[in-house]
């Protein structure tokens, strides 16, 4: 969408993704009279709600991330974008306070369907995930609602929106969940604090290509276009991840396009995983900001936040400072003087929080048995198999 609609978020029945649904709304500069069913714009469930009328002329490339309606005023129509508690952010792996009472990402469930669906809403590709999906390993249980992606453009390097020491990746994958003990779905979860859980993947660019994710960029050029729906087989979402998924980074933080709330319990994983050159640039090219009926094409690319300042949040680290991070002198991360608040997901918060010692970790990591194939309910489709 060119500019953000003003539509507020309303919360009308369960989420469901409608893909299309907002091509022929009416603009939401002013409330539309009688709201359809809620789409998802980017991380949150919004009424559907045409974009405001374009200037002839004006500049449509990248839409919602630049130009005259870009990032740096989101705050002007959704205030929580300026907010002290904002997402991406750039992770400073040396500075990141191990806690060793963080335990293994632990996804369980079957989607219980065939298909899945997979859209394209102007800004991203859009997984549609069923709440049969749980992850485990989080202060409460989190049901799954989609995932989708953050990419550059062809021949540039970067894409992903988190960063590690200042390095982005080629893209991000990010696979949004909601607190489902407290909350009917993701359009209510994402008002509260702590409401939604998004693991963050980076897409890194590797000799083969990986085959999991050939069931979602293999599709792509059925929703080339903004508003387009089609159907995918359901397959092993699990696979998308990692194959340590004990070894994250965890803070506190917002939604990453607006209405950019402060809910989201981040967890990026500290694997990247790796996808041939191909299927990156089929991430890359395939897709279009704009619908079918309009006479301009726009590429979708870019679609990535600028990295938001840290104030006053502590980046936890599940593993010991050392281990799998590039270790440069030990680093006192998190040490005196360091700005401390709980976070969700950590059994002891920060609070007192003691430097862990070779024990501690050998203690928790007893219960470090959620990795991939190990005997634990696993994510996977009714469809295709790997
Ligand atoms: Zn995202």
Not at 221 to 230: E, F, M, V
């Amino acid at each position: 969408m060119g500019d953000s609609p003003l539509c507020p978020p309303r919360h009308l029945g369960p989420p469901k993704w409608e893909g299309g649904g907002w091509v022929t709304a009416p603009s939401c500069t002013t409330p539309p009279p009688s709201l359809g069913p809620l789409r998802w714009e980017g991380g949150g469930w919004v009424p559907p709600c045409a974009p405001h009328p374009q200037t002839p002329g004006s500049p449509q490339m990248g839409r919602r991330w630049m130009g005259p309606h870009g990032q740096q005023h989101w705050p002007e129509g959704h205030p929580a974008c300026g907010g002290r508690a904002q997402s991406p952010i750039d992770i400073r792996t040396r500075w990141a306070q191990p806690d060793p009472s963080l335990p293994p990402i632990c996804p369980v469930g079957q989607p219980g369907t065939p298909a899945f669906t997979l859209s394209n809403n102007g800004h991203t590709a859009v997984l549609a995930l069923p709440p049969s999906l749980r992850l485990q390993g989080l202060p409460r249980s989190f049901a799954a609602a989609q995932l989708h992606f953050h990419w550059g453009r062809p021949g540039h390097a970067g894409g992903a929106e988190h960063l590690l020491d200042g390095h982005r990746a080629p893209a991000e994958m990010h696979v949004v969940h909601y607190d489902v003990e407290r909350y009917t779905n993701a359009s209510e979860a994402q008002h509260h604090a702590g409401g939604l859980a998004v693991l963050g993947v980076l897409l890194e660019v590797g000799a083969d290509p990986h085959p999991t994710y050939d069931n979602i960029l293999s599709h792509l050029g059925s929703i080339r276009y903004a508003g387009q729906t089609t159907a995918i087989p359901s397959f092993s979402v699990q696979d998308l991840l990692p194959p340590r998924l004990d070894l994250y980074y965890r803070y506190n933080g917002s939604l990453t396009t607006p209405p950019c709330f402060q809910s989201v319990l981040w967890t990026l994983f500290q694997q990247p995983v790796r996808i041939s050159l191909a299927q990156l640039e089929q991430l890359q090219g395939t897709l279009y900001t704009t619908t079918a009926a309009e006479p301009e094409p726009q590429r979708l690319v870019d679609n990535f936040r600028v990295p938001q300042e840290l104030n006053q949040r502590l980046v936890l680290s599940s593993f010991p400072r050392g281990e799998s991070q590039l270790e440069a002198g030990g680093g006192g991360g998190g040490g005196e003087g360091a700005p401390r608040h709980d976070l969700a997901g950590s059994k002891k918060g920060v609070k007192g929080h003691h430097p862990a010692s070779a024990e501690e970790w050998q203690e928790t990591a007893l219960g470090r048995g959620c990795t991939k194939g190990r005997g634990v309910p696993r994510w996977q489709g009714g469809g295709k198999k790997m």
